[in-house]
Each structure stands twice: as C-alpha cells, then as structure tokens.
C-alpha cells in the first residue's frame, strides 16, 4: 500500500526567504505526481503536476523535482511571501489503472510565512 | 477549465438528519467522480469512486449504507450522509478527472463542503 509522508509537518519563515518541502512516497510505481495547496477551509488548488518521466517542472517562483527511484519529491518556493501561507500537500497517482486514477496523498505541510 | 463545484459550501443540521451534497463539473463530463473527507488539520481520505450509471466503489472501513452516492448523469454526482452524527462533522471534496494543460489526465477538486453535525 502507498504511503506519502511530508516533512516538516509545519514550517514557519519570514518573507523573502527560499524553502524546501519535501514529500516522499514508498512505492516507486508512480504515473506523476500532484502538488497542491489549500488555504483555511477551501479546496484544493493545483500547483504543479511531474509525470514520472520528468525531473522537474516549474511556475513563477516554485519549483519541484521528482526523483522517482528513491521515492522523493521536493518543492522549491522562492522568495516566499506572506500570501504563500497555506498547507500544501502532495499526491501520487499510480501506474496501470487508467484515466481516472485514485490518489494517495501526503500528510500535509502547513506554511507561515511572516512579515 | 476543468471547473469543479460543491454544493453547499457549509451545512449544519441536528444529529439523525440526512445531508445531500452535491459535486458538479461544470465544462466538462465526467465518468468518474471521487470523494474524499478531511478532518481538521489532517490529510485527504479517499471515501469511494463514484461511477456514472452504476454503483459507487468504496474504500476499505466506509460504510456504503451511510455514505450514499449516485451518479447519476455525467456531469454530477451526489454524496448523502445518512443518519448523520457528530462524528460525521468533517470536510468533504470532491474531485474530477480531466486533460488540464499539462495535456495529462489530472484530477480537478471542487471547493469542499463544511458539514457539521450537531
């Protein structure tokens, strides 16, 4: 059974500094992979999606890598700003079950970023 | 594109009492459709995959009479907490797959529904 885990669970930072989340799945038979974030009582919004062929991919200021075989993905936020306060979660969809495909998600980081 | 609606964003209704929530796909159809429920400051659960015209498929520990879904065309689904209790006070989203501008199939979520049960 997939598990995605998310580390920190919680991060605090003040404005202008580049972070790192990081997520990491255990099992590598993965089709992509999501990041997503979601403010205070709200859906969730897509950020980036990395097919499992793809390195990296990139938007504005963020940035995430994927290296499938050791079963870790990271986000890269740059010079970050208070409106990039929110959790932001990663998911992965497995191989072999179509275009409908269930996702497994991460436990979740929940950023501040302060003034 | 790719817009996926909830409704309503919030309900509350006394312990006992049925609650239908609602998940359409507003530009596009879709087949498939899937639930999930969030408690506070925890992660998304998969509850079932809703099938247009047949039955809903669920997830290992979710009761299937409580949790009622039907789709029944193919641009909504509908999700009916039965006989809620205040354990079933939760956040749940739907979600819906389509092709979004990567050219890949990715699934598109809806804004959620707060139900609190009191």
Redesign the interface.
């Known amino acids: 059974k997939q598990e995605v885990t998310q580390i920190p669970a919680a991060l605090s930072v003040p404005e202008g500094e580049n972070l790192v989340l990081n997520c990491s799945f255990t099992d590598s038979a993965i089709y ?1 992979l ?1 990041w ?1 974030r979601q403010d205070p ?6 950020l980036l ?1 990395i ?1 499992s062929s793809q390195r990296e991919q990139t938007s504005g200021r963020l940035n995430a890598s994927l290296d499938k075989s050791s079963g870790r993905s990271t986000l890269y936020i740059a010079a970050s700003q208070p409106g990039d306060s929110a959790t932001y ?1 990663c ?1 992965v969809r497995p191989v072999g079950t179509g ?10 980081t ?1 950023l501040q970023v302060t003034l | 594109g790719a817009v996926v609606s ?1 409704h309503p964003s919030w309900v509350i209704c006394k312990s006992g009492t049925s609650v239908k929530i609602e998940c359409r796909s507003l530009d596009f159809q879709a ?2 459709m ?1 639930w999930y429920r969030q408690f506070p ?6 509850m079932a ?1 809703s099938n247009e015209g047949s039955k809903a498929t669920y997830e290992q520990g979710v009761e299937k009479d409580k949790f009622l879904i039907n789709h029944a065309s193919l641009t909504l689904s509908t999700l009916t907490v039965t006989s809620a209790h205040p354990e079933d006070s939760s ?1 749940y ?1 739907c ?1 819906a ?1 389509s092709r ?1 501008t ?1 050219g ?9 529904t ?1 139900l609190t049960v009191l």
């Open positions: 992509n999501q997503f009582g709200k859906g969730l919004t897509s999606l097919q979660l998911a275009t409908a495909s269930k996702l497994t998600f991460g436990t979740g929940r | 909830q087949t498939t899937f400051k925890q992660s998304l659960m998969l995959t956040f989203i979600s797959p979004g990567s890949v199939n990715e699934q598109f979520f809806g804004p959620g707060r």
